[in-house]
T-cell receptor
């Protein structure tokens, strides 16, 4: 069983640039969630995709956007990067629908650490 | 909105001893899930234990157990026979059955001393 994989593991950008982070969900999972974890803090929910549609969003501005593809992999895009966007971005997959709701369990990748200078 | 509070930023325990990590939460929901996740230096969040709010019985997973007090909105994690590999950040998290998103606490850094 293949786990959740994320790329790149580390990257450095400058303020105002754009970034794309990628996530491959665990085999058999159709739901992907993205979280932002600032240094020394707990992760914060950005949004979730279920069957290629956004299925819930946290308190993040529209310059945070995403996609989910037919194979259930996902991208997180951040435009007009700000210094405060520096964080670890975590992707988590799960089995959505009734079965997924019953367990509530998410499976996380190792994250992409973004530094904005 | 739900909130999760972990009041112990750091804790230390000797190998083989028992330690309890505290967590409180606030919600108006009646049906929800509570979780403890472990985040070692490798950064990957690993599920330690899960509790469903409608179940009165406290969840256990080998050396890990919880004390779930629904009325008090308290959800503490007990680690028995602590091992060096338990050294990590521990996050308490809440999920309501409708929103499908986790709300995390700020974490407790646990150091197991040899």
């Amino acid at each position: 069983e293949t786990g959740v994989t994320q790329s790149p593991t580390h990257l450095i950008k400058t303020r105002g640039q754009q970034v794309t982070l990628r996530c491959s969900s665990q085999s058999g999972h159709n739901t992907v969630s993205w979280y932002q974890q600032a240094l020394g803090q707990g992760p914060q929910f950005i949004f979730q995709y279920y069957r290629e549609e956004e299925n819930g969003r946290g308190n993040f501005p529209p310059r945070f956007s995403g996609l989910q593809f037919p194979n259930y992999s996902s991208e997180l895009n951040v435009n007009a990067l700000e210094l405060d966007d520096s964080a670890l971005y975590l992707c988590a997959s799960s089995l959505g629908g009734l079965a997924g709701l019953n367990t509530g369990e998410l499976f996380f990748g190792e994250g992409s650490r973004l530094t904005v200078l | 909105a739900q909130t999760v509070t972990q009041s112990q930023p750091e804790m230390s325990v000797q190998e083989a001893e028992t330690v309890t990590l505290s967590c409180t939460y606030d919600t108006s929901e009646n049906n929800y899930y509570l979780f403890w996740y472990k985040q070692p230096p490798s950064r990957q969040m690993i599920l330690v234990i899960r509790q469903e709010a409608y179940k009165q019985q406290n969840a256990t997973e080998n050396r890990f157990s919880v004390n779930f007090q629904k009325a008090a909105k308290s959800f503490s994690l007990k680690i028995s026979d602590s091992q060096l590999g338990d050294t990590a950040m521990y996050f308490c998290a809440f999920m309501d059955t409708g929103r499908r998103a986790l709300t995390f606490g700020s974490g407790t850094r646990l150091q197991v001393q040899p």
